[in-house]
């Protein structure tokens, strides 16, 4: 090595500044090595050649740091100002500046994991563009006339979902778009299942998007950006059911309706079938007890009408009528009887009276009517005859004519009888 | 039957090809126009006798239990629909 140190003030060895920082920058590297450094990012830049510029800082010094673009393309998550960091690399010179610098190989967040930063830097992201917006969830068809599911063909959630919808709803169609739920690539995967059954000419109502549990990687694609925008766009609702309860993925966040489970997430899509029953049993209770109501209503009326005939009863009034006619007959003919009675027995008294006042009664006792025949007036006294008068003499029984014999006496008169 | 009575708007009962939710939602707006109590007896009776058709077809199709599980499958530059055996019809 390039012994820099003067020894003896006459030998001078003068170096070229790219001797000197070339050689500065061997020192470096073979001294130093590769090594693992902790400290703050600022001064972020990216350039448009991808490559990331920063520093990494404590309190008390710093320096520059560059991260190249194909090693800043595997990492999950963001660098950002501000952000402590973990970052592994080796020192080194930028010789066309003389700057030292830390080329960067790896880096990842301190005090966090790498994805779980770069989930929390995702979700910071959507939220801010809206798209957990509860206003964006749309309701969930209460009768799907057919399911879509978004799963590995292989896991347990497939099992999961097709075992509850024995028991839920056995009728309704399930539709599996078969992908794989984790490693590499699995994101664009997903996004190309849940587009293709959103765009069949089969239509599916709905789309359960599950998996079973796993760690953070495993469920890494569920929180992708390209799987978290092929959700938001879907035009079929989306439940999705993505790993255990715990496990909240940008999918979750997303998805029109987030489930704990991939069973849970079918239960909720699918109608259940004893809960139907019920309803329909019940349905049928009130459908005849109803109707009986409506028999009965109308049997009522059928009988308030006929008690009001009843009442107003023409066959009774007719009889009632006809009694108080036979009752008024009866005492008409009473009536009449007795007073026909009363005016007989009148008649008999007034009878008898004039019976004994008639002259004809006194006739029978022996005295005589005597009249002028011709002229008819009776005759009381003997002057008004003359000899040859014609008289008629009525008797009590018979009738006589006579003639006047003698001229008038006082007293008595001898007349020629004649019978008449 | 009068024009305007609830059970004279529903279409002839021809319920052998009503989905499911149709003929319940059929069901309890005849239960709902019984209850209410304006019908007169010729329109409640043909109501009920729609309902308890309804009902019996809802009780039908409740007990259907055959499964049909389908999937998709890639076929030239799309996709297909086939239907589905088991998670063993693995890929």
């Known amino acids: 090595m390039t012994d820099f140190l003067p020894r003896t003030l006459p030998e001078r060895r003068i170096f070229t500044i790219t001797e000197l920082v070339a050689g500065l920058r061997v020192l470096l590297e073979e001294s130093m090595g590769r090594l693992w450094v902790a400290g703050e990012v600022s001064n972020l830049r990216r350039a448009s050649s991808g490559h990331l510029y920063f520093s990494l800082k404590d309190d008390a010094a710093q320096l520059r740091a560059v991260l190249f673009r194909s090693d800043a393309r595997r990492m999950p998550f963001e660098l950002e100002d501000g952000l402590e960091v973990i970052a592994f690399g080796e020192c080194s010179v930028y010789e066309a500046r003389g700057d030292l610098q830390l080329l960067v190989r790896h880096v990842e967040p301190r005090g966090r994991g790498a994805l779980q930063l770069a989930f929390e830097q995702l979700r910071g992201r959507l939220e801010r563009e809206g798209l957990f917006d509860p206003s964006r969830k749309r309701r969930l068809p209460a009768f799907p006339r057919r399911v879509g599911l978004v799963t590995s063909i292989s896991g347990a959630a497939l099992r999961d979902v097709i075992e509850v919808s024995g028991r839920c709803f056995p009728a309704t169609p399930l539709l599996l778009a078969p992908t794989r739920v984790q490693g590499d690539g699995a994101e664009h995967e997903i996004a190309a299942a849940l587009s293709a059954l959103a765009s069949l000419p089969e239509e599916v109502d709905v789309i359960l998007l599950v998996r079973g549990g796993g760690s953070l990687e495993d469920l890494q694609p569920f929180n992708t950006e390209v799987v978290a925008r092929a959700v938001a766009g879907c035009p079929v609702p989306v439940v999705s059911g993505v790993g255990h309860e715990t496990d909240l993925s940008i999918a979750d966040l997303v998805a029109d309706v987030r489930a704990p489970t991939p069973s849970a997430a079918a239960a909720l899509v699918l109608p259940d079938r004893a809960v139907l029953r019920d309803r329909c049993a019940r349905n049928l209770v009130r459908l005849c007890s109803a109707a009986e109501r409506v028999l009965e209503r109308t049997r009522a009326r059928l009988g308030q009408r006929r008690e009001a005939l009843a009442r107003v009863a023409p066959l009774a009034r007719l009889a009632a009528q006809q009694a108080r006619f036979d009752a008024l007959r009866g005492a008409l003919a009473r009536n009449t009887r007795r007073r026909t009675e009363r005016a007989r027995s009148q008649l008999a008294t007034l009878a008898g009276r004039l019976h004994a006042l008639s002259p004809l009664a006194v006739l029978a006792r022996g005295y005589a009517i005597v009249w002028k025949a011709k002229v008819g007036t009776i005759v009381r006294r003997a002057e008004e005859c003359a000899p040859g008068d014609q008289l008629r003499v009525r008797l009590g029984e018979g009738e006589l004519a006579a003639t006047v014999q003698d001229g008038p006496e006082p007293s008595s008169v001898a007349a020629g009888v004649e019978s008449a | ?91």
């Not at chain 2, 009902?55 to 998709?72: D, G, P």
């Not at chain 2, 799309?78 to 890929?91: H, K, L, N, S, T």
């Open chain 2, 1 to 91: 039957m009068d024009e305007d009575s609830p059970s004279a708007k529903l279409p002839p009962a021809s319920t052998d090809e009503l989905p499911f939710e149709t003929a319940l939602t059929r069901l309890e707006g005849i239960v709902q126009s019984l209850e209410k109590g304006d019908l007169e007896l010729e329109a409640a009776l043909a109501a009920f006798e729609q309902g308890i058709a309804l009902s019996r077809h809802c009780a039908t199709q409740l007990e259907r239990a055959e499964r049909r599980i389908e999937v998709l499958v890639r076929e030239g530059a799309g996709f297909a629909v086939r239907p589905f055996a088991g998670p063993e019809d693995a890929d």
